[in-house]
Every structure is written in structure tokens, then in C-alpha cells.
């Protein structure tokens, strides 16, 4: 790893305006102290091969200063995936009706950080590996490993997490900040910015390209990527990482960023299918899993603050969430759910789901399902915060695997998500019968509970989608059996929530289920504008740019 000094050099040197404290002076003074590490192959390899855990600090994160503990805090509750009052940062996103999102240069400890930090942290991945690869390009340092001139490693992992980094930005925000490898950065670097704000559909084709060239350099030099136990360094894996896990992985993140692309129903409906179902054809067979040690949580780097926040139940929890009624509601047969959508906003409050689908409850709803633990009181839930943000279900996978937050590892990316994501595509194509087939691999799971019982899934679904039944689940709104779409987008939902903090909101606006007037995708920061001089501007809210409708999508929508 880089020393502490060589580090806080990198990180302070390398972001190109992060925020309205960026000093201009230090940035240029520092430049050739950075140039000189970077001529070391160590310090260079661990520049470039830190960048997957500062991708996971900003998606997992962990609390430094006002860093990334905020986009965990804001995330998963504006989507229709957990619930939960934030009191240390974001808690005024998450109230009903939704707002405009605040977007003025500063904001308070409760007012919505949570974008401008995954804008950071992007940038800084993509930063830093900027400096890597035009240090590659402009020198001879070569990186050695026992012997092995493993440079074209370091290359291809560069231009993955490049492709990551400026992907994330693309599905996050209405334009993104990017500077490739082949343009330095220059004297008059606030309007280099300026023109580095480019639209997220340009930024997204840039990112797609950058993990092209990845797979390609990996292909042509048979590379291999260490195990945590032997390097900190790239991903951070259980297991040594092969040319083939890397171009797997690569494709089903591609795949991510084209579906979760999309800010609506409409735009998701004219994804480019094909090109995903391409990439999922040879995308992840097993789980890209990151161990987690408790090391480094003032770096956020090897703990999950969002596992923590998911599954916290301390007295008195500042930050615990539940599932979202609206997600998990559609599981439920008892008609409650029905009935907590007529009661009035300021009247629902919790209830208990009755459902087949044991991944939510056991055999009866006070009990623990797979994914899930119940819990009887209102802890971290005050009345007068909001009763509908109360739920009784806990999201418990990874609690349920014997880990804690600090412990075993962290699923970021999963053979489900890839399955599912060619179900999709499917979907779209009007291949109906092999959609069906590919949701069936999680829908018919059996789970084994903690009573010790081995439970069936759920009935398999049919091209006409969830089986006709007293008991079918899931349901839309008004308690009818669900289609095929709404099968999908449950399963997508269900099985995926806890792979990062922002892929349940990408999720949710594409399906439609983000309630009335979020907003569907984030601006620039207003730090950021501030420090380019542009205008501010923002999203969402009653009659806002960008404001989202509830209205989750089926087979209908599909015409």
C-alpha cells in the first residue's frame, strides 16, 4: 500500500475539484512531487490497484468527516428498497411528499450529501487512475510482480475502474466529469472542468468503451489478479482472480450501467437489449465477493457502513432501516397492504405481511425469513418522524451468513444480478418463455430457515407470468397476481438489495417505483458548480425537472 504521506499526496493532488475548499495553488505545487511517486512501480501498482476500494468506500462506505457514510444514508431509502430516518445525514430526502433536492453549495448534517459524495468518490477513482495511466503511457516504469512484468495488468484494471467510475457517474447524474488518460491536466484548469461536464449519455459511451478496452488488454496478455490474503490491491477477492472472472466481471457491470442508465420507464424501454443480453451471455457465474476485515475504516475501505445501516438494531439507532413497505408489500396476501395504500399518508403505519415467499417470513409473519429479521417494536422509528416510515422487516442477508458488518464478505456484483439482468432482456426481445425460465433460478429457491426447516420457493412463473392462486405473490397495488414484468422487477429487487447503496434507486426509477416526485436523477453538485461558476440548479420535487410519478411498470407497458 502507499505510505500515509504518498497517499494524502495522491488523494489531494489527483481530484480535479471536488469541492469549493479545492486550493488551485496546492494542486499545481503538488503536481511534480506526485509525478516523482509515481516513477516508483510500487507506488504506482498500488495507485491504480487501490482504486476498487475507493470505489467501494463511495457504494459501501464508511463515515470520515462528512465522506462517504452519506450515500448509504440516502440511497436505499429515496428508493422504493428500504425504509428508514437517517438523523445523521439525509433525512430530509426521505420525507413524503418529496422534495426539490437540495442542491445550494453548502448543506446541513440532515439536508442530502449522499450525491455529491458518490460524485466524489467517483471522480476520485476516475482521478486516479487518470494519473496511473498517463504515467504508463508517458514513461518506461514497468511493474514487476516475483519476476513477471505485470504492467498490462495494472493497464487493465485502470481502464475498468475508469469505464466503473465514469458508468456510475452516468447513471447517477444529468452529466459527468470526465477527463481521459490523453488530455492532461492543464494551466487553466477551471475551464478544463467546464468542458469536462458532458452529458450522461456521452459519459455513459465513454465508460462502456473504457471497459471494452479492458476486456481487450486482458485477453491479450493472460493476466491474473491476487487474492486479498496475498495483496490489498485490485479487488480484494476470497480467491485469485483469472483473465476470464476478469472479463466476466467487466461484463456484467457494462450491463449494469446500460439498464440502470435509465431515469424512467420510457428510457429503460429503449435500453439497447441486444447489446445486453450480449454481455450477460459471458458475464458472472459466480459472485464477485469483497472480504471485509475491519481494516481501514477511516478510509471506508474493508467495512460496510451500508451492511451496518441495514442491519443495525441498537436502542436508540440513529440510522436503522427496515424493508420498504412498498417493496415488500407486494409479497403480502392478507390484503393489509391494500389497505395501508388507501390509509392516508400521515395515517399508515406498520403491519404484518402474510406471504409464501420465505425470504421475507417464516411460516407465520412474525418470523424470521431468509433475508429477513422481524422485529416487534418501533426502534429507530419515532412516531413523530413519520409513521409511514415504520416497518416491521429488517433486511438480514448478510447478518443471516454469519458476518457483521466488519466480516466475511461483500457481494457487489452476483451471477443472480447478471441472470436476472438477461431476463430482462428477454423481456424486451418478446422471448417471454426463457425470461420466465431465468427468473425461476431465485423465485423457486428453497431457503433453510433458522427454525431449521428447509422451505420450497416460490411457484415457478409461466411467459403469463405469477400463477393465478389465492396465495400468489408477488401482487400489484390493487392485490391482483402479479405479470411477468412485475415478477421480474421483485425478484431484481428482492434478491439484489445490499449489492451497493445506489443500484435499488436505478432500480426503482426504472421500474417506476419511486414515489411521487423524487427526483430521477441528481445534478451536479452545487460545491461543484460553485467552484466552476455555473449556475445551480436541481431536480424532483412538486412540478420539478426530473420528478418522478409512481407508477410501477408491467407487461403492459411493454406494448
Known amino acids: 500500500m502507499l505510505s500515509k504521506s504518498i497517499q494524502r499526496l495522491v488523494l489531494t493532488g489527483g481530484v480535479l475539484l471536488l469541492g469549493a475548499g479545492c486550493d488551485l495553488d496546492v494542486i499545481n505545487v503538488l503536481q511534480p512531487d506526485r509525478e516523482r511517486a509515481l516513477a516508483d512501480p510500487e507506488d504506482l501498482e498500488a495507485l491504480i490497484g487501490g482504486a476498487f476500494s475507493v470505489f467501494f468506500s463511495g457504494i459501501h462506505g464508511w463515515p470520515e468527516g462528512d465522506c462517504c457514510g452519506h450515500v448509504p444514508n440516502m440511497y436505499p431509502n429515496y428508493a422504493t428498497e428500504m425504509t428508514g430516518i437517517p438523523l445523521s445525514g439525509g433525512s430530509e430526502t426521505v420525507v413524503e411528499p418529496r422534495l426539490a433536492l437540495t442542491n445550494t453549495p453548502s448543506v446541513s448534517i440532515d439536508g442530502p450529501r449522499g450525491h455529491r459524495i458518490l460524485w466524489q468518490v467517483m471522480n476520485l477513482v476516475a482521478s486516479n487512475v487518470h494519473d496511473g495511466l498517463r504515467t504508463l503511457d508517458e514513461t518506461d516504469v514497468r511493474i514487476v510482480d516475483e519476476g513477471v512484468d505485470v504492467t498490462p495488468r495494472a493497464r487493465a484494471f485502470a481502464k475498468l475502474m475508469q469505464g466503473i467510475a465514469w458508468g456510475y457517474m452516468a447513471m447517477g447524474f444529468d452529466k459527468a466529469l470526465v477527463i481521459p488518460e490523453t488530455e492532461p491536466l492543464g494551466e487553466e484548469i477551471l475551464q478544463q472542468g467546464r468542458d469536462a461536464l458532458i452529458p450522461a449519455e456521452e459519459a455513459r459511451q465513454m465508460a462502456l468503451a473504457s471497459i471494452e478496452a479492458a476486456k481487450e488488454i486482458a485477453s491479450q496478455n493472460g493476466i491474473t489478479f491476487p487474492a486479498y490474503s496475498s495483496s490489498p490491491l485490485f479487488f480484494g477477492t476470497p480467491e485469485p482472480m483469472t483473465t476470464d472472472d476478469f472479463v466476466r466481471v467487466a461484463n456484467t457491470f457494462a450491463a449494469r450501467i446500460l439498464a440502470l442508465s435509465a ?280 412540478g420539478g425537472e426530473w420528478s418522478a410519478r409512481y407508477a410501477p411498470v408491467t407487461m403492459a407497458d411493454m406494448q
Open 263 to 542: 431515469r424512467t420507464p420510457a428510457e429503460r424501454r429503449q435500453v439497447a437489449w441486444g447489446r445486453v443480453l450480449e454481455l450477460t451471455t459471458n458475464g458472472l457465474t459466480r459472485d464477485l465477493e469483497y472480504v471485509l476485515d475491519g481494516s481501514e475504516v477511516d478510509e471506508g475501505q474493508r467495512s460496510s457502513l451500508l451492511y451496518f445501516r441495514l442491519e443495525d438494531n441498537v436502542p436508540g439507532c440513529a440510522n436503522c432501516f427496515r424493508w420498504d413497505n412498498r417493496l415488500i408489500g407486494q409479497a403480502d396476501i392478507s390484503g393489509r397492504y391494500q389497505t395501508w395504500l388507501a390509509t392516508p399518508l400521515n395515517r399508515r403505519d406498520r403491519f404484518d405481511i402474510a406471504t409464501p415467499d420465505r425470504r421475507i417470513t417464516g411460516a407465520t409473519p412474525q418470523s424470521n425469513g431468509a433475508y429477513t429479521r422481524y422485529w416487534g417494536h418501533n426502534n429507530g422509528f419515532p412516531e413523530g418522524r413519520g409513521l409511514y416510515f415504520r416497518s416491521g422487516y429488517q433486511w438480514a442477508r448478510h447478518f443471516f451468513r454469519g458476518f457483521d458488518a466488519n466480516s466475511g464478505t461483500a457481494i457487489l456484483a452476483s451471477a443472480d444480478e447478471n441472470r436476472l439482468l438477461r431476463a430482462e432482456a428477454l423481456i424486451h426481445m418478446g422471448d417471454l418463455s426463457g425470461a420466465a425460465e431465468l427468473i425461476n433460478v431465485t423465485r423457486t429457491r428453497s431457503h433453510t430457515l433458522d427454525d431449521g426447516i428447509t422451505y420450497p420457493g416460490l411457484p415457478p412463473v409461466t411467459r403469463d407470468g405469477v400463477p393465478e392462486s389465492a396465495d400468489c405473490a408477488p401482487r400489484i397495488d390493487s392485490g391482483a397476481c402479479g405479470d411477468l414484468m412485475v415478477a421480474l422487477r421483485y425478484e431484481r429487487m428482492i434478491e439484489l438489495a445490499g449489492l451497493d447503496a445506489f443500484r435499488g434507486f436505478a432500480d426503482s426509477r426504472g421500474f417506476g417505483l419511486l414515489p411521487d416526485d423524487s427526483f430521477l436523477v441528481a445534478p451536479v453538485p452545487g460545491n461543484e458548480l460553485e467552484v466552476f461558476s455555473l449556475p445551480i440548479y436541481t431536480f424532483g420535487g412538486d
